[in-house]
């Protein structure tokens, strides 16, 4: 009786922590967000915060590092400055959010709405991003380095200049985002969708690109070299003056593409498909042109139809 009686009162105090840190330990901080819809600079560290209405709230400069936000309505709220490292917000409602400067690192947003939300300079390192909609969304110049972004849906963003250095984004949808500048060095983009998406100038030094979309991409300028993009998909690419240097564009799609003065040395082109492809001037020493697709092809040395 006394062993059921102490693993009794083990779960009650368990259960009664849980429930503390579920429903707001500190419910003097969390009566005070919720009447006065914010908190400007106020110390929320740790807060429960779920399942909440902050609709347009202010929560600028605001420390909320290891809140608990899960399915909080935030939209259009002011989060410009605010610390929300380490905090919870999976199924939060973010859509027209005001983020410039906000810390997000380490944050967990699954299937979190930022659709519409805006921030230059926003940090999102580390984060869990998984499933997570930004359509319409704009971060520039904002630090994804290292981001769990799997299958997110990211269409029409405006990431010009973001840091994505070695994040994972596998099977996201890119579909006409404006990436021109920005670093994807290392990234996993495998079965990643990014036709018709503005990567001029982009840093994908490394980037894993196996079986991704590209169609109509304009990858101007843009540094691919050692990139690994087997059975990519690049029809209509623009790929002018790109740096494809050691690059593995084995079975890749290339028909149509513009790779007028590309650098291609060293490059994989094997069995790739090269259908009015044109590389004029561009670089090709060293490269396995073995069993590629030669119709209608500008090559530097002139039309090519033998794979007509």
Not at 94 to 122: H, I
Not at 125 to 134: C, P, V, Y
Not at 177 to 204: F, Q
């Amino acid at each position: 009786m006394h062993i059921f009686l102490k693993i009794f009162l083990a779960a009650a105090i368990l259960l009664a922590a849980f429930a503390g840190w579920l429903f707001g330990y500190d419910e003097a901080r969390v009566s005070t967000v919720k009447a006065n819809n914010g908190c400007s600079g106020c110390d929320l560290r740790q807060a429960s915060l779920w399942w909440v209405a902050l609709i347009g709230a202010d929560l600028t400069d605001a420390d909320l590092r290891g809140a608990n936000l899960w399915w909080s309505d935030l939209q259009k709220a002011d989060l410009r400055e605010a610390n929300l490292q380490g905090a919870s917000l999976w199924w939060s409602d973010l859509r027209g959010a005001r983020m410039d400067g906000a810390n997000l690192d380490g944050v967990s947003l699954g299937r979190a709405d930022l659709r519409g939300a805006v921030g230059v300079g926003t940090r999102f390192d580390l984060a869990d991003m998984s499933g997570t909609n930004l359509s319409g969304a704009s971060f520039p110049k904002s630090g994804f380095r290292r981001a769990h972004m799997l299958q997110a849906i990211m269409k029409k963003v405006d990431l010009r200049g973001a840091d994505f250095t070695e994040a994972n984004l596998h099977g996201v949808d890119m579909t006409a985002s404006n990436l021109s500048r920005a670093i994807m060095a290392g990234a996993s983009l495998t079965g990643t969708i990014l036709s018709d998406a503005n990567l001029s100038g982009a840093n994908l030094q490394g980037a894993r690109l196996a079986d991704a979309k590209l169609l109509g991409t304009n990858l101007r300028g843009a540094d691919l070299s050692k990139a690994d993009l087997p059975v990519a998909n690049l029809t209509g690419a623009d790929l002018r003056g790109a740096n494809l240097a050691g690059a593995n564009l084995t079975w890749a799609n290339l028909s149509s593409a513009n790779l007028s003065g590309a650098n291609l040395t060293g490059a994989s082109l094997h069995t790739a498909d090269l259908t009015d492809a044109d590389l004029t001037d561009a670089i090709l020493t060293g490269a396995n042109l073995a069993e590629a697709k030669l119709c209608k092809t500008k090559l530097p040395t002139g039309i090519y139809n033998s794979g007509c």
